[in-house]
């Protein structure tokens, strides 16, 4: 449980700080000039489709949590409950584990796409964070899968790239950077 406390913990302070600084710069919010064009309204649906890369990314975090893989998941998930024998949860999972490089590259790819089209705003703090969180997990990711790496490096890309805080801060930023551009 101390593992639990620790990630609501964090959640609550990355949450509190973007909602300073949301707060902070709310009133006087750099104006978006470009509204309805179509170059814009492409950025918009590869931006939906970055996030919903992201949701099965992460979703497959969270159906680890609860098939009961990895250490905090044994103390989120009683011993006496063995979820990971149920026939859909370890289908589930198989499919997200096969896939999970494949969906990160896609939603790396279109994330940029959807910057790209849409501007990155430098102006607001959130916007360089997110990029700069989402190539941080890309690289390491890389890392990870490239038959080149040394080992001494994938282990180290291993602790760094599974960091769950990482896809925490991202959708925090992402969500108070997008309501400040939303009208």
């Given at each position: 449980m101390k593992k639990l406390k620790q990630l609501l913990l964090f959640t609550a302070c990355v949450f509190l700080t973007s909602l300073g600084y949301f707060l902070y710069i709310f009133p006087n919010r750099p104006e978006d000039s470009e509204h309805e064009t179509f170059l814009r309204e492409m950025g918009e649906v590869f931006g939906t489709f970055g996030v919903w890369a992201l949701v099965i990314i992460y979703g497959r975090t969270l159906v680890k949590l609860a098939i009961g893989q990895g250490g905090l998941a044994q103390r989120l998930v009683p011993d006496e409950v063995d979820v990971s024998a149920i026939f859909p949860f370890k289908t589930l999972l198989n499919v997200l584990n096969r896939t999970h490089v494949f969906v990160g590259v896609a939603a790396i790819a279109v994330i940029l796409l959807h910057i790209a089209m849409v501007g990155l705003h430098a102006d607001i703090l959130f916007f360089p964070a997110?990029?700069?969180?989402?190539?941080?997990?890309?690289?390491?990711?890389?890392?990870?899968?490239?038959r080149f790496s040394p080992q001494e490096l994938k282990k180290a890309a291993y602790v760094v790239h599974a960091q769950f805080l990482t896809g925490i801060m991202i959708g925090i930023f992402s969500l108070f950077g997008h309501l400040l551009l939303d009208d």
């Open positions: 997110v990029l700069a969180l989402v190539l941080w997990q890309g690289v390491f990711g890389f890392f990870l899968t490239w």
